[in-house]
Every structure is written in structure tokens, then in C-alpha cells.
């Protein structure tokens, strides 16, 4: 880190209001070249407000921004980027029907000096040249809406990066990424911050902001807590300012599994790339999938709930077996899915959380042909309490709710729905440590009630420690099952990439001792 003792950019006393809400209250913090500075907190906390104050999207009503020790004012993220600060929101902001080119470059094409046309060439040459900097493997002429969740947060980085600045500011950067990719980033940040470059770094990952930052900020309530140097902190510090949990709580593991089978997959292929997957999943148990982005987990997950149909196998819920042409089928069978990408997948976000919530079984809510909305409100407003989603939840759009809100609404569709089996895809994906608890702590109520839970997660720690049992995967194949305290991160790490497995060829080999 850069000891120059004049910070790079500094806020003053800043405060911002909403309508109803203290978002910023007399915030103070610095940033300076060559520094890693982490910002954390519960959703909620004021983090985004005050990345956005910085990049010119919201305009404080007290306090100063000081740039390089000059008061400045940022009236549109225009003026930011003029000021050199660049910024990869949490909400991916692609075009999904343009090219990776044309996102890296939306909105500054790059001319052809002699005729004022646009360099379609230097465009992709200058993309191209970009990803294979960063180490992203994407051809620049594939079109983003194809491309998966962890390539296009891929893409928004080397579009953040394709720019010239000082300072750039990464809203929740990993949250779609697998372990690979994460530590393909940290990389490149620590090659940025040797040049001198600041970064405002906001993540939910705690063991990750510990890697990687110099120094971290803590904001509640609007207000902040305190910054220190990494050093001088431990976890539990951390969570402590955050939320007043101690760390033992953070991963609180309950073990139901019974010896009752809830569901049998035999040798299960798909299109989409399944190839002959068997295992089984025990009534209460948290059965765990792990492995690389890309290894085919969601895969095994769209087959087990009828959104790509098998080409061979069989699958067996409760002793019964099913053929499921669609996810409606799934659903009569007592199979929910918390989906990776909850936005475009799990919720409908111009409804409001009782509609989104009761969507699963609205036969359950009819009154001859006609919904019964007061019994619909009132389904919401019990869900809503038991699962401490915030009582505006009712009133509101789910759009304006918090990540972690917004994940215990689609959860709370499939309590609704009495299904048995559920399957989470990323389910802490891109909440904060308090809203991950919630979670943690509703699996732990599901499996006491005997429901059964399939658990999709890039998050290692956390999948170690929730889970009973847990299946590596790699190239849409079932490489290695095993109780979870017979695995140690280094272990599913090294199955998951093909270490271990190169490693066994070239001892058999007579490569390695």
C-alpha cells in the first residue's frame, strides 16, 4: 500500500437521505493509492449509497468529497469518470443483446480517425487484448445473453477495466464467481494496486475481504463503526461491529438427516450435459454439490426439477418414480427450486412479496374461480413473520427489498408450496452475513421438519459446514461423495479442478513420488 500521507479521495462528514431513510449519516473515510480499502456491512448498512456518492450517481446534501485534496462535486457519474473513478455495480449493467465488444465500449466507440466511423476491429483487438489480460476466455463477438452468470460478471469487470482510472470501485465483484475466477481477480487487483491504482472494495465474502484488503470499513445504520487495518482485526471483530454475533454462530449447523430415502438419482444424463449422475438424498439431510463454475451443478439441478429433460436414468421421490417434462410437474412432486439468479428466475419484481410468495400454489387461495386476496395477504403476513422478511415486504415491490429479503420470499414460496424436497442454487449469493445466518438457520428448520435440501454453492466454508454430505462435480460427472467432516476445503478444492486426479496419473505413471 502507497504511505503517502494525502489520501486519493477522501469523504467528509457525508450524509444522504431518502424519503424515510438515513442512508448516510456523517460518514468519514479515505481511500488512498495503492490501497485495498474494504467496505462492509449488512444489506442496508449504507454501502452502495456511498460507492454511488463517489461515482457521481447520488449527490450528498451535506459533507465534501475531496479528490487528491481538492473539494469536488460529482453531479453525474460523467464527472466521475472524469475524476478517473470507474465502478462494477453489484446489478450487471449489460446489454444483453450486444456483443462483449460493443459492452466493453458501450457508449465510447472507438472512431476511425480518417472517415469518423465506428472501428469495429480495433474494438474486438482491443477487447480481446483486455480478457486475455484478465485471463477471461470469452470470444469477443459472443453475444452477453448467452454467455452464464460468471461470464458476464467477468465481462462487467474488463468493461470496468477497459477504462483509464484511479480509482475503481467493486460493488460485491465475486458474488456470481466460482473459486478459480475469484482468485483469477484478486490477482489482477493486487497487479492494479502495484501500480498505484485505489480500490473501494464492498463484499459479503468476510473470509475473502480478509485476503485481500489493506485496510476495512465498517458501516451500521448509515453510520461508521470504524476503519482498521486488516491486520489488526479478526473475524469475529468484524462481526461483531456488524451485527453483535460471535463468529461461532456464523456457520450454525443443525444435523436431521433420518435414514428414510427422499430422493434416488440413477444414472441420470441430460443435453445440457449431466452424464450419468447417481446419488441419493436422505429425508432431512442437506445433501451439498460442490465444484468449479461450469462443472454442471445447475445442470443436476434443471434436471431434477424438470426445467431439461433426461435422456437416460431415473429419477425416485418418496418411492415414486417420476418423469418430469416440466417444472410444474416437479412442483405437484413436491420439488422447489431457490435459483441462482433469483432476479430473472425467482421472482416477479413488480409484484409484491405475498404475490410472489403464494405463486406456487394459487389453487390453495381460490374462491370458486376467483383468488382470495385477503387470504393471500394474510398467507404473506404469515410467512413474512416467520422468516423475519421485513414487514414492508407486503407493501412494496420486491425490486425495492434487499437481497437477502428477497431470497427469503422465494424460500418462503416453497414452504408455502409444502414441498419435500428443495434445492438451493447459490442461496447466499450476493447477501450480507446477517441475512446469510437467516438462511442457514430456515435450512436447519426445513431439515427438522423433514424436508430434504440440495445444496448448489461456490462459497467452500459455507459448504463444508451446512452440508451432511457432499458430491463433487466436474464435466456434468459425479466424481466423489463423502460426509462433509471427511473433507477439508485443499481436498474438495483439489478434486473439484482436477488436481488430485492429475496428480493419481502421474504418480501411477511413475511421474511423482
Known sequence: MNENTQPLWELRKVSKEFPGVQALDDVSLSIKRGEIHALIGENGSGKSTLAKCIAGVHQPESGLLVHEGEPVELFHP????????????????LVPTLSVAENIFLGRPLKKTRFGGIDWEEMRSRTAIILDQLSIHIDPEAIVRNLSVAEQQLIEIAKAMAMDSTLLIMDEPTAALGLRETQRLQELIRRLVEQDQGILYISHRLDEVFQIADRITVLKDGRSVGTNPTEELEMNDVIKMMIGLEIGQHYPKEVNVTSEICLEVSNISTESGVDEVSFNVRVGEVFGLGGMVGAGRTEIARALFGVDQLTSGEIIIHDNQVNFSSPSDAIKAGVGLVPENRKEDGLLFNFEGAANITLSRLDLLLRGMFLNLAKEEQTGREY?????????ALERSVQF??????????IA?????QAKLLIFDEPTQGIDIG???EVYRVMNELTA???????????????LAM??????????????????DQLSEHRLLSIASGAEANNNQMAAAGEIS
Not at 401 to 410: A, F, H, R, T
Open 384 to 392: 413474512v413473520d416467520k422468516l423475519n422478511i421485513t414487514p414492508s
Open 401 to 410: 427489498l434487499s437481497g437477502g429479503n428477497q431470497q427469503k420470499i422465494v
Open 467 to 484: 452440508s451432511d454430505r457432499i458430491a463433487i462435480v466436474r464435466d456434468g460427472r459425479i466424481l466423489h461423495i463423502s460426509d462433509s
Open 413 to 417: 414460496r416453497w414452504l408455502f408450496s
Open 435 to 437: 441475512a446469510k445466518i
Open 449 to 463: 421438519q423433514g424436508i430434504s435440501v440440495v445444496l448448489i454453492s461456490s462459497d467452500y466454508p459455507e459448504l
Open 78 to 93: 460523467f464527472d466521475a469518470q472524469a475524476h478517473g473513478v470507474a465502478t462494477i455495480y453489484q446489478e450487471f449493467s
